[in-house]
């Protein structure tokens, strides 16, 4: 089983307690053969890329506040961009008309308008500026050549490594956290191998994992101390937390095969024991 723990738990002590010697010397000093079935794993994953893709809650909490924020704003001072009698403010009022005053004696189903500076108050304002499209066909088709030079236009968040689903690649599931697996003797693991003599649970983190995917990675341990560790018998494997900054793994032979995946996908490339044990060290984001 795998579990998570800090240094001042009873589960740490407890993990001390597991793998040091059972002739009653000092908690965690191990034999040879005690030190043989102590393992020190990787969970290392990729942080997202981009932001999560927000819930339909979170979608109409930002529209409110954008309209709150419209209706609440300046009215825009169209006197200071657009001189009194030009043809470019007879351009401005064209696309933006007056509302309507209010008048004594008039009924107003909807409520009385709020107009000040020819604006209504009660609704976001919306200003729409003459360009070079509107000002006649004379500079019309520039001015959309130039539009379209303008817009910014986002890559897509949906990448070709989503299209073609490379379980390989980084390049996929750019909103979520995804974390390395790979398929040794041993089944669908992370990356792990047997500590050595005078080395420290993390050190033999980072060695295995480029043992196992080559020495073209830039890792970033998140701490030296263990965040849990699987039991299984008389063997320990201890897993640090880390995350790639840079480069790709690329399996040696003792890697069957290997894949980057969530904390879903893990859960249906592993039985359903080890995933139970497992879920609370992985993140849903």
């Known amino acids: 089983m795998i579990r998570a723990f800090s240094t001042k738990s009873t589960a740490w002590n407890a993990a001390k307690e597991a793998v040091a010697e059972t002739s009653g010397k000092k908690a965690g000093r191990l034999t040879a053969e005690t030190r043989a079935?102590?393992?020190?794993?990787?969970?290392?994953?990729?942080?997202?890329?981009?932001?999560?893709?927000?819930?339909?809650?979170?979608?109409?909490?930002?529209?409110?506040?954008?309209?709150?924020?419209?209706?609440m704003m300046w009215t825009f001072p169209s006197f200071l961009y657009f001189k009194r009698g030009t043809l470019a403010e007879r351009k401005y009022r064209e696309l933006n008309?007056?509302?309507?005053?209010?008048?004594?004696?008039?009924?107003?189903p909807e409520g009385i308008p709020d107009v000040v500076n020819h604006r209504e108050r009660t609704m976001p304002q919306k200003i729409a500026v003459p360009t070079k499209d509107n000002e006649g066909s004379r500079g019309a088709k520039k001015g959309t050549e130039e539009g379209e030079?303008?817009?910014?236009?986002?890559?897509?968040?949906?990448?070709?490594?989503?299209?073609?689903?490379?379980?390989?690649?980084?390049?996929?599931?750019?909103?979520?956290?995804?974390?390395?697996?790979?398929?040794?003797?041993?089944?669908?693991?992370?990356?792990?191998?047997v500590i050595n003599e005078k080395e420290t649970i993390d050190e033999a983190a980072k060695r295995g994992i480029h043992e196992l995917g080559g020495p073209d990675m830039n890792i970033w341990n998140v701490s030296h101390t263990p965040a849990g560790f699987f039991k299984n018998g008389d063997k320990r494997e201890f897993y640090v937390k880390s995350h790639i900054v840079?480069?790709?793994f690329k399996p040696s032979r003792d890697v069957q095969d290997f894949a980057w995946l969530t904390k879903e996908e893990i859960q249906a490339k592993v039985d359903d024991q080890y995933y139970q044990q497992l879920h609370p060290l992985l993140n849903s984001v």
């Not at 942080?47 to 709150?68: N, R």
């Open 97 to 108: 008309k007056i509302p309507t005053q209010a008048r004594d004696g008039v009924v107003y």
């Open 149 to 193: 030079e303008d817009v910014i236009k986002p890559n897509s968040r949906i990448t070709e490594a989503d299209k073609q689903n490379d379980v390989k690649s980084l390049e996929r599931k750019l909103d979520r956290t995804l974390y390395l697996l790979a398929q040794t003797k041993n089944g669908w693991r992370f990356p792990s191998v």
């Open 37 to 71: 079935n102590i393992s020190g794993g990787m969970i290392l994953s990729r942080i997202p890329i981009v932001t999560s893709e927000p819930t339909p809650f979170a979608k109409q909490y930002y529209e409110y506040m954008d309209g709150l924020k419209r209706r």
């Open 246 to 248: 840079q480069g790709e």
